[in-house]
């Protein structure tokens, strides 16, 4: 039985050590559910084409490097399979990062996309992002963004954050798969701005709120509700974190502009890029939670 529906998990990798906590991560995951995993490593030639064209790849080099690349993956996947019978495909590409990642994520079918990141902070951040903010702004399935802060592997406290953005409810259905898939817990954190005082959209958020609390409880998984009042809802997500323990954030990767007086835009970017535990990133789909009917 495979609870979260995954049945293949593509990981890029550069071989770093968050790449391979983001591998542990994978091969976890593939236990529990019986999934298998893509490696793939992409040979990122595009700087040196743009930037420097007279110093551009030959195809001799290219050849010799993607052939050790190869015989690299080949290794870890062989020992994967050994250690803990998981099936292991390996590929070789080159290319841009997020565009190869996203490109074979389709090729494959991926069901998920788990990926270790460094982050970026200052004016990159908003005006370029790093390669995996790019890849869970544009992969079809969810991505699994894991930073080096910590290495334990698997989920017990997953924080799942509900906002008044139209889509906010719709992680609730993978977050009760992975709820059941881990043995974990829940923890609804209902985001308000400190300055909200339209009576008639509390009301509303008190309601959608309830209504996130009788779908859990029909699921029977364990969960606690809190609401926080906030001006960063990035910032208050991430402390909320750090303060029950969790070792999970669920967010959709769009955020829409509302009502509530909050700037979305730069929300599921702050997350992905500073959070120090890893964080599944989903793409809306409306209709996705038929129980909560969005108001």
């Given amino acids: 039985m495979n609870p979260l529906d995954i049945k293949r998990i593509l990981i890029p990798t550069d071989f770093s050590e968050t790449a391979s906590l983001a591998l542990d991560h994978a091969v976890n995951m593939a236990r529990l559910v019986d999934a298998q995993i893509t490696l793939i490593h992409v040979v990122s030639t595009f700087a040196f084409r743009v930037n420097l064209p007279e110093l551009d790849f030959d195809e001799a080099q290219n050849n010799k490097l993607s ?15 050994q250690k803990h019978g998981v099936k292991v495909n390996t590929l070789v590409t080159s ?18 996309i788990i990926i270790g990141t460094h982050g970026v902070s200052g ?18 399935c969810p991505v699994l963004s894991v930073q080096d802060h910590g290495s334990e592997i698997g989920f017990n406290n997953i924080v799942v954050p509900i906002d008044n953005s139209f889509h906010s409810r719709e992680k609730l ?26 009576e008639d959209l509390n009301a509303k958020f008190r309601m959608k709120m ?19 009042f906030c001006g960063n809802i990035a910032k208050a997500t991430m402390d909320y974190s750090a303060e029950v323990g969790a070792d999970l ?3 959709m990767n769009e955020q829409e ?8 835009g730069p929300y599921a970017q702050q997350v992905v890029n500073h959070s120090k535990v890893p964080v599944l990133s989903i793409r809306p789909t409306v209709g996705a939670l038929s129980n909560v009917t969005p108001y």
């Fill in 210 to 228: 309830k209504q996130v609390e009788d779908y859990l409880t029909e699921k029977d998984v364990e969960f606690t509700t809190s609401t926080l």
């Fill in 173 to 198: 259905g993978i977050a009760v798969k992975m709820a059941k898939a881990f043995d974990a817990k829940l923890f609804i954190c209902g985001l308000r701005s400190y300055d909200h005082n339209d």
């Fill in 257 to 264: 502009i509302n009502t509530t007086g909050f700037f979305m």
């Fill in 95 to 112: 290319g841009r990062v997020r565009e190869e990642v996203v490109r074979i994520a389709d090729e494959i079918d991926a069901d998920i």
């Fill in 249 to 251: 954030i669920i967010i």
């Fill in 123 to 140: 004016l990159k951040e908003f005006f370029m992002g790093s390669n995996a903010f790019r890849i869970v702004s544009e992969a079809a």
């Fill in 67 to 81: 052939g050790a690349v190869g015989s690299k993956l080949t290794a870890i996947a062989e020992e994967i399979t």
